[in-house]
């Protein structure tokens, strides 16, 4: 007996497991169906099928579609019914409250469900949590004045934490940029303690290419505030943080020192912002804060390092601007002279010997100065390996650069061998890579470059990229590298100064290869020499000749941008600059110079 009545209980059980699986299987299937209905504007059929899914899962998720079906066939009695058979089970939630009336509006009456709306508003507790509830159950039917009027209402109830962040999102959503801006500041001026959620929020703004307008509004109120509260000083702060937000360095320059008086910091401000100057690139504004913190004299703890870095600052200026004279290249090296006597050779000059000798290597010829200041490097006490691994990795370039080509190979090595899968270890990976390359070991500096196209390092995988892609698509038509061996040669040149070799290398290759695919990359090369020998007519009409041969080679886009800081940065055209900015955005939409264009462009034209 006690056997039978086991076994039933089993078979029960199987029977309300399958049913349960049946049922569950049901729901499944009205649910995909109830969607493809509901999306092909089906709405009685969908509506139909969500009452049903509803009653065995009642979520939000499914509220919602079912009472869109019902706005959608206009069957507000229905409608009305279903809220208020939620709302009974969810008696002190106030979104349902709000959804009764929306139905009222819904149907027609507008001026009935306002008054509603008010009612809830008007009978509101104290209860911070119903405040936040009622205003979001508004907002989520687009009811946003009444979302507003809930939180203003009750605004001054709460302190901890306050409405602000609510009311600015608000008013975000409705476009009303000037009070958002107004609620983010006025909840610094509560407590300072939400700076830099106020910071957070405002950065999203301020970044973004498309709320210039937004970015603008926000400059100007702080600036307002700023002068209305010149004894609070969280707002010239802010305006300060803005402008470094907005790369406005001059401005922030300004800003800093005028704040480093003020607080008495003793220079601090400023000695931060000259590294994120540096970082920027802004060599001359980086000057300029470098000889204030100077000015304050040897007790400030910024004093030497800001002496070191000025000149840093210089050196950048003329690699990469290369807008200088020969005599500022003699002044420079010859203030690092002084300032290796005052300071002494150790692991904190490092970085200024190895400028040093980069000067006398590149600009001044004096080559084997150069090496011996490399070559010294590596017996100073107490500095890291990577210093050392720089130091080495410069002395192979000049030994290159000076004519030894196998010495710098074997330099190379080394320090790929003492640095392995470290980032200087991979760059130099890369040079020897390159080394082969410049001597015609085409197939095996491709090897070695397609290894490093998967390097950790963004820098050194596109570097690699783009020297594989070179020897792989100027592969002459008989298979052989011919063509790509002279243009080796003569980037060799190229990068050992020495112009006018490299150039009548170029030129030989053109007479022997016309039209040959890496004509481009000749023009492209011989305009670069040009921009470094400082003949700009020359070099623009090089980059133009490289744009008309290939207007859709890879090289036009570049030859573009080129001339583009040609005109704008040297030659001081920037309505030629312009036009070329607005070329790459108009014919190189996939261009990755782009952004820069789009930006620059927007700022010549004032946007």
Known sequence: MQEFKNTLKFIVLILILISANTSFAQTEVDEKLALQFYQNSEYAKAAELYERVYKKKATPFYYNYLLDCYFELEDYKKAKKFVASVKRRNPNNVKYMVEEAYIIQRSGNVAKAEKDYNKLIKKLNSNRKQVTNLSEAFAARNLDEFAIKTLLKNSKYYDNPPLNIELAQLYYKTGNYSEMINQYLDLILIDVKYTSLVKNKLQLIITDPNMNEVSESVRIELLKRTQKRSSDIIFSELLYWYSIQKKDFDIALIQSKALDKRLDEQGERVYELSNILMSNKEWVLAVDAYNYIIALGPESIYYMNSEIMILDAKFGMIINDKDYVQQDIIDLEKDYQIQLRAFGKNSTTVKSMMNQAYIQAYYL?????????????????????????????????????????????????????????????????????????????????????????????????????????????????DSSYDALSMYAEADLLHYQKKYKLANLKLDTLLNIFPHHVITDDVYFKKAKIAMDEQKYEVADSLFEITISYAPFGPLADNALIERAHLYDNIMGKTDKAEELYQRILLDYPGSL?????????????GE
């Open 365 to 477: 010829n004096n080559l084997e100065s150069a090496k011996e200041i490399l070559s010294e490097i590596g017996y100073i006490p107490n500095i890291t390996k990577k210093q050392k691994a720089e130091a080495k990795l410069q002395l192979a370039d000049i030994t290159l650069f000076s004519g030894e080509k196998w010495t710098a190979s074997l330099l190379y090595k080394q320090v790929e061998k003492e640095n392995k899968n470290e980032p200087i270890g991979y760059l130099a990976k890369y040079k020897a890579a390159k080394f082969y390359y410049y001597v015609g070991e085409m197939e095996w500096a491709k090897s070695q470059l397609d290894v490093l196209r998967g390097a950790t390092s963004k820098l050194i995988a596109n570097n690699s990229m783009e020297l594989y892609l070179l020897i792989q698509e100027n592969i002459s038509p």
């Open 593 to 605: 110079f782009t952004i820069e264009a789009r930006k620059r462009y927007r700022e010549i034209k």
